[in-house]
């Protein structure tokens, strides 16, 4: 895996259902020399049973074709296999966790599986460096405040805490730019926070200057440590660049590059989370722009801010929070000009240069900001929405605003209590 995909998934919603919502939770591990070394034993074990499944998978697939008679390969004759011989053949396998051979199988089966329902490419071999992991069943690990508990090992120090109550389902231990981390999915039940404080609705403008204005006029400014990060990252690759293939110096390098993209990723990623659950918190009804993120980034000046924010993720948590809280994301139509439209009389300029930052409406006179007036149009399109959704009278000008439910909103919309 990327290194860059480090921050941007440390909570994942994997799916929702009426049910129940399963996230996944990563958090940073503080293992001693001696628990890193049996992490990465694990994660060898792992990658060995892993790739002997495959070896085996393809023998026997080979003479199964050479003779009908003979059953095709299957993960569970396989994990059976290795549990019959491991003791004789590869008794190290038994100074880490079952789980990790047995767990690597099963997982080349649903790779086998995805394969054949044509979801993924043929099952490839696990590699040192690159894949590094091993993963754990629910009865096999124990989470407690600031620690995790393996077996064959004992407690293991973690950075933080679990973020979330409910059943949990398993854990993946990887290893990723030379830090440990364990993932734990937990099977949250629904809803399971509190309702959004104010019932109110709000608009937000992505922006590049700042992350995100709000209606209410707060800004959020991404975070300031990421510009010095990024000038040494520029630095960084270009250093690599310079060192001869396959040295000493190159390794040494790459390493430091790993950890620099690890450190922007998290970074990126605390900021958004902080942004979307204080909205998500305070707002019920919750208006955005549908970002047309290609055209914007054929715009030179604005990609690499556009790149840096992460506007997908943060619409994604947006869903998914609003979501767990009883709350409705609105996304706008890609064309609705927020920025051009006056707020106030609702005039609507030709063109609006992006550098202009203010404006005063040629309608009503009134000055605006060009971001906060954007977010109060935004507002505005998410309410009318949803009073128009729900059959109410006067939803006035915004209605014939083409506005596109987001599949949170879809849900709620019949039981909405506006109009
Ligand atoms: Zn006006």
């Not at 086998?112 to 099952?123: G, S, T, V």
């Not at 979330?164 to 398993?170: E, K, L, M, Q, W």
């Not at 992460?310 to 994604?316: M, S």
Request: proline share 4%.
């Amino acid at each position: 895996m990327h290194p860059r995909m480090l921050g941007t998934d440390r909570w994942r919603a994997y799916s929702v259902n009426d049910s129940a919502m399963l996230l996944a939770h990563r958090i940073r591990l503080d293992p001693n020399n001696v628990q890193a070394t049996y992490l990465a034993r694990a994660a060898g074990t792992a990658r060995f049973a892993y790739n002997w499944a495959l070896a085996e998978w393809q023998r026997q697939y080979q003479t199964s074709l050479a003779d009908p008679a003979l059953p095709k390969p299957n993960w569970m004759a396989l994990c059976r296999r290795l549990n019959a011989i491991k003791r004789t053949e590869f008794p190290w396998m038994l100074e880490v966790t079952k789980d990790a051979p047995q767990i690597a199988i099963m997982q080349l089966g649903r790779a086998f599986e995805n394969f054949f329902a044509h979801r993924a490419r043929f099952p490839t071999f696990r590699r040192k460096g690159r894949d590094e992991r091993f993963a754990l069943s629910n009865d096999q690990f124990r989470v407690e405040d600031k620690r995790i508990r393996i077996p064959k090992l004992g407690w293991v120090r973690t950075r933080e805490s679990l973020r979330f109550a409910g059943r949990i389902v398993s854990a993946c231990i990887s290893r990723l730019a030379g830090s440990w981390f364990a993932s734990i999915t937990v099977d949250t039940p629904n809803l399971p926070l509190p309702l959004a404080e104010n019932q109110g609705a709000v608009g937000i403008d992505l922006g590049v200057k700042q992350l995100a204005t709000l209606s209410t006029g707060e800004t959020f400014a991404g975070p300031k440590a990421l510009r010095a990060l990024l000038v040494r990252l520029r630095r960084l690759s270009r250093d690599l660049s310079r060192k001869v293939k396959g040295s000493r110096n190159r390794a040494k390098a790459r390493m430091k590059l790993a950890r620099l993209h690890a450190r922007i990723a998290n970074l990126r990623g605390d900021s958004l989370h902080q942004l979307t659950t204080s909205i998500t918190r305070r707002f019920h009804t919750i208006g955005i722009e549908d970002l047309n993120v290609k055209g914007m980034l054929g715009n030179r000046c604005l990609s690499r801010a556009i790149a840096d924010m992460g506007f997908g993720e943060l619409r994604r948590q947006l869903l998914y929070k609003a979501a767990g809280r009883g709350g409705q994301v609105v996304v706008a139509d890609r064309w609705y000009p927020s920025s051009k439209t006056c707020s106030h009389c609702d005039f609507r300029l030709e063109a609006l240069g992006l550098d202009q930052r203010k404006w005063i409406c040629p309608g009503c006179a009134t000055l605006h900001d060009r971001d906060v007036n954007a977010a109060i149009n935004l507002r505005n399109m998410a309410v009318s929405s949803t009073v128009s959704a729900c059959g109410g009278e006067g939803a006035g000008l915004a209605r014939k605003r083409k506005a596109k439910p987001a599949p949170a909103k879809q849900e709620s919309s019949g039981k909405a209590s506006f109009g």
